[in-house]
């Protein structure tokens, strides 16, 4: 019997994907686990792993094209030449626009302007048209985002200089989807202040010691911290949506790790339900998957408020981009001569410096040492 491979939800405000890269053709014997396409969203590239062990006999996507979450994007047969059930009606809309409510050129470029996706639109017919997007606008009080120069796709190439082009892996796919998120999309600043590390230096080594950690607990700590203060204040947990806050109902903390030569940001979904001990160990197991590429598709994604340490580098500023729809990212750094300096790079769309500044003061001190 056929078994069909669906096409996974990247995030809850998203019900379609953009199929980006496949690495199988129909024919390719596969096994469980292995990776069968990325789907691509504005907060980031996923891969899509087989769940069982067979060939490829169907696929019901296109390339650069959008699916449906839940459709199915390809079908697995037991032998080589088993029959594929009829394509899925969830199956993929091309993205060049040919099929049902799909953008005309002027509309995709609308779009682009106002900063939505084309599954927010109704459309008034089989296609969905520039006055469509632009009824949409209005009624919503949507104002269209100033011209930011060439995209990263069609970026100038210095003249008369041959090279080639090389495919993105998919972290670095992920890379560029976060930089154009927040050029584009977010109204970046930054703050930062020194402040004393002794009182957090000493309050890690207690915990430390009290709970046999074998590693300094101290940027855990502090990222716990940040989400104490993010259940607090809602407001920091937020974004910008349809000229509305929306402030998130559980915290996804995200917290950088460079492996080799990727950086993840890697999450710890739902934080506020763990305790500060219980956050300490998430997070510990997290950076451990992270270093030896282990991490979940899941533990990628969806990261609502962030925390950025360059401090191993003895870097003495560190301005980090912000993850797609977040308000916040954290930095923490510490120089090679001991300075150590806590920095926020902000969305001022959500949040004031006066508001960032109060949060930084804060975080400069565990709780219980105030």
Same mark, same amino acid.
């Given at each position: 019997?056929?078994?069909?491979?669906?096409?996974?939800?990247?995030?809850?405000?998203?019900?379609?994907?953009?199929?980006?890269?496949?690495?199988?053709?129909?024919?390719?014997?596969?096994?469980?686990?292995?990776?069968?396409?990325?789907?691509?969203?504005?907060?980031?590239?996923?891969?899509?792993?087989?769940?069982?062990?067979?060939?490829?006999?169907?696929?019901?996507?296109?390339?650069?094209?959008?699916?449906?979450?839940?459709?199915?994007?390809?079908?697995?047969?037991?032998?080589?030449?088993?029959?594929?059930?009829?394509?899925?009606?969830?199956?993929?809309?091309?993205?060049?626009?040919?099929?049902?409510?799909?953008?005309?050129?002027?509309?995709?470029?609308?779009?682009? #302007?106002?900063?939505?996706?084309?599954?927010?639109?109704?459309?008034?017919?089989?296609?969905?048209?520039?006055?469509?997007?632009?009824?949409?606008?209005?009624? =919503?009080? *949507?104002?269209?985002?100033?011209?930011?120069?060439?995209?990263?796709?069609?970026?100038?190439?210095?003249?008369?200089?041959?090279?080639?082009?090389?495919?993105?892996?998919?972290?670095? #796919?992920?890379?560029?989807?976060?930089?154009?998120?927040?050029?584009?999309?977010?109204?970046?600043?930054?703050?930062?202040?020194?402040?004393?590390?002794?009182?957090?230096?000493?309050?890690?080594?207690?915990?430390?010691?009290?709970?046999?950690?074998? @590693?300094?607990?101290?940027?855990?700590?502090?990222?716990?911290?940040?989400?104490?203060?993010?259940?607090?204040?809602?407001?920091?947990?937020?974004?910008?949506?349809?000229?509305?806050?929306?402030?998130?109902?559980?915290?996804?903390?995200?917290?950088?790790?460079?492996?080799?030569?990727?950086?993840?940001?890697?999450?710890? =979904?739902?934080?506020?339900?763990?305790?500060?001990?219980?956050?300490?160990?998430?997070?510990?197991?997290?950076?451990? #998957?992270?270093?030896?590429?282990? @991490?979940?598709? @899941?533990?990628?994604?969806?990261?609502?408020?962030?925390?950025?340490?360059?401090? #191993?580098?003895?870097?003495?500023?560190?301005?980090?981009?912000?993850?797609?729809?977040?308000?916040?990212?954290?930095?923490?750094?510490?120089?090679?001569?001991?300075?150590?300096?806590?920095?926020?790079?902000?969305?001022? =769309?959500? *949040?004031?410096?006066?508001?960032?500044?109060?949060?930084?003061?804060?975080?400069?001190?565990? =709780?219980?040492?105030?």
């Amino acid at each position: 019997m056929a078994t069909p491979v669906h096409v996974p939800r990247v995030n809850n405000n998203d019900d379609e994907v953009r199929l980006v890269e496949l690495k199988i053709e129909i024919g390719s014997q596969v096994t469980v686990g292995q990776v069968l396409a990325a789907v691509e969203t504005d907060k980031a590239v996923v891969d899509v792993e087989s769940p069982a062990t067979g060939f490829v006999i169907a696929i019901d996507a296109q390339l650069d094209a959008m699916a449906r979450v839940g459709g199915v994007l390809l079908w697995l047969g037991e032998t080589a030449d088993e029959k594929a059930p009829a394509a899925s009606a969830a199956a993929a809309t091309p993205a060049d626009g040919t099929g049902e409510a799909a953008p005309t050129a002027k509309a995709r470029a609308l779009l682009l #302007r106002y900063g939505i996706s084309a599954s927010q639109v109704p459309a008034s017919s089989a296609r969905l048209s520039a006055d469509d997007v632009e009824r949409y606008a209005a009624a =919503r009080g *949507l104002s269209p985002t100033a011209a930011k120069g060439p995209s990263a796709s069609t970026a100038a190439l210095a003249p008369e200089i041959e090279g080639r082009r090389v495919a993105l892996r998919p972290d670095e #796919r992920g890379m560029l989807a976060t930089v154009t998120w927040h050029r584009d999309q977010a109204v970046a600043g930054y703050i930062e202040l020194p402040y004393d590390p002794a009182p957090w230096d000493a309050y890690a080594k207690q915990f430390g010691e009290q709970h046999g950690l074998l @590693l300094n607990p101290m940027l855990a700590l502090m990222a716990w911290r940040l989400v104490e203060l993010a259940v607090e204040s809602p407001k920091l947990n937020a974004t910008i949506a349809d000229g509305q806050r929306h402030e998130y109902g559980e915290v996804n903390l995200g917290f950088t790790v460079q492996a080799g030569d990727v950086l993840y940001l890697a999450a710890v =979904r739902d934080a506020a339900s763990a305790g500060e001990l219980d956050f300490v160990k998430r997070l510990s197991g997290l950076q451990r #998957r992270a270093a030896a590429h282990e @991490l979940t598709p @899941l533990e990628t994604q969806g990261t609502t408020i962030g925390f950025s340490s360059m401090a #191993r580098w003895n870097v003495s500023r560190h301005i980090p981009i912000l993850a797609p729809h977040s308000a916040v990212m954290i930095a923490h750094a510490v120089s090679a001569d001991g300075r150590a300096v806590l920095g926020a790079t902000y969305d001022h =769309r959500v *949040l004031h410096g006066g508001a960032v500044a109060a949060l930084l003061r804060k975080l400069s001190r565990p =709780r219980k040492a105030d």
